[in-house]
């Protein structure tokens, strides 16, 4: 199901999105990708931020191709990773939403509602998230527009 050509891979969670985040590692892992494992590892309440912002630096610096974000409900995770400036992080519901964002949006970070999603579901819309390539062409130019530089202030 995830099986493509193996990649890095980071991945966080808070304490509420822990089982999902294992759920998802152990789908990479198996499917031979390199996962960065960002925590939390524990099920004390911890800040999503803080692991949303360690996902995301990996993913801004080229040490892992796309990053994977859990919380609760998936609004958090990708709040914060998008405050990073090349991070198009996306709160996936379906695999539906998980290629389109791809294909039209180059999203690099994949977000998840361990509160609102089943694990079925997720590993779905992982691997349709995986497997989709961006588009380019006229998405590019809408792309261009979300850099730093060119963003509304």
């Not at 990073?84 to 996306?90: E, K, Q, S």
């Not at 519901?93 to 509160?115: K, M, Q, V, W, Y």
């Amino acid at each position: 199901m995830l099986s493509l050509r193996p990649m890095i891979i980071a991945i966080g969670s808070d304490h509420a999105g822990l089982p999902l985040k294992r759920a998802l590692s152990a789908a990479l892992d198996a499917a031979g990708h390199i996962v960065l494992d960002a925590g939390t590892n524990g099920e004390e309440s911890v800040d999503y931020p803080d692991f949303a912002h360690e996902v995301s630096a990996k993913v801004v610096s080229g040490e892992a191709r796309f990053g994977v974000l859990v919380c609760g409900s998936g609004i958090g995770m990708s709040i914060a990773a998008n405050r990073h400036a090349a991070i198009r992080a996306v709160n996936l519901h379906n695999s539906t939403e998980a290629r389109l964002t791809r294909a039209h949006n180059d999203a690099n970070i994949a977000c998840f509602g361990a509160r609102t999603l089943g694990v079925e579901v997720a590993l779905d819309a992982l691997a349709a998230f995986l497997a989709t390539e961006f588009e380019g062409g006229r998405h590019q130019g809408r792309i261009d527009k979300l850099s730093p530089d060119t963003a509304l202030a």
